[in-house]
């Protein structure tokens, strides 16, 4: 009886692996027949991007259906490259299942272009194509078209300061880039910059074991690009083929460096608060006479604790002189050089701070206490 069990069960077995192998050979292979054709835009169609635009549609892109041998579903893949690249390493502007077109927001535009190696507001060729897939298989490519892009940045160029100060300055190890000060532009393209930066011990350049003082800026967060020093003039001029590290004496400074120009300067600074507001603390109706900041080296921020009146203003200056100075045009926490007097709410004692080691995005606070 056993057996006869058994020989039914191998029987059963093997019917089913034989209808299981039949339905496999007899299911059609999906095959490509038609590829997709790009029907929009046409080949020299131009575009500039711009950031204040950039969620606003750059382009709808429009193709025509691929065809397969059997019913099912097809998806869409728009590729861009480079101007007669390959497309083995493109960037992708979206995708879709069975739609026919697709919507590409100038950011996302943008962002494909400048992955793919583009200049900033310089314009370039790129070609456009579309990759349709039945069920994730057999890939067919269209035509392609080839676009103009100008892109865009929002990032502002910088300058690193490296140098041997850092360490003993509260930025990390000597000579690396990646926790070092900055100097910043006025904005990409622009080749003046500025920034703040604390040296807690005087870094005189010279011969072992001094060799190691100083400091260089790089416009790149590596080696890799163009490191400045002084020319070996010390006149404030600029070379990025000397050997000779900058030297600087111990203080907290403005940098200013113009890398087409050639030009750098280092102010010497100290800060103070003043204005009708600090009146009963530094005499006179407030505009005079300062009171004195202290720089934390830690949090990287000038700052004092002061009875301010309420309804009146301050401002923040540099050498107790107005050469240099600070106000809040846009009552943000945000400031200008030489912008509007920061009016104080109400009468009492505050925590004022003075930050000025993010490069041209200086900002204050008035904390009361």
Known sequence: MKNIVKSVFILFGALVVSCSTDDVQDRPVI???????????????????LPETMTQQAERFVWSKANYN?????????????????FSAPESLGGTTGALQLSVSQETLNTACLSLGATPYTAANFDVRVV??????DLMGSNKVTITVTPYTTETPKLWVVGGFQG?????????????????????GNASFEGYVYFATDQFFGPAPNDGKGFKLSNQSDWGGLNYTDDGT??????????????????????????????????????????????????????????????DAGTKKWSV??????????KFRANNDWGLNYGDNGADGSLEEGGSNI??????????ELDLSNPRAYTYTLTPQ
């Not at 490509?32 to 929009?40: E, I, K, T």
């Not at 349709?132 to 298989?137: H, I, L, M, P």
């Not at 400074?253 to 010497?268: C, G, Q």
């Not at 604790?305 to 301050?314: A, D, F, H, R, T």
């Open 305 to 314: 604790i002061i009875n301010l009146v309420g309804g009146q203003e301050i």
């Open 343 to 352: 009016a104080v709410p109400t009468t009492g004692n505050y925590l004022v």
């Open 132 to 137: 349709s897939s039945a069920s994730g298989f």
């Open 168 to 188: 003993d300055s509260g930025y990390g190890s000597d000579w690396t880039h990646t926790t070092a000060p900055q100097l910043a532009s006025e904005g990409y």
């Open 31 to 49: 095959e490509g027949v038609d590829s997709p054709v790009m029907a929009a835009p046409e080949s020299g169609s131009a575009y500039t991007l």
């Open 234 to 295: 010390f006149s404030g001029v600029l070379s990025s083929s000397a050997s000779d590290n900058i030297s600087i004496s111990a203080g907290y400074y403005k940098i200013n460096a113009n890398t087409t120009t050639l030009a750098y300067t280092t102010t010497l600074t100290t800060w103070g608060v003043l204005g009708s507001a600090t009146a009963p603390v530094t005499g006179g109706d407030g505009w005079v006479n300062d009171a004195d900041l202290t720089y």
């Open 70 to 86: 059997g019913d099912v579903a097809i998806s869409y893949t728009l590729e861009i490259d480079i101007e007669g690249g390959d």
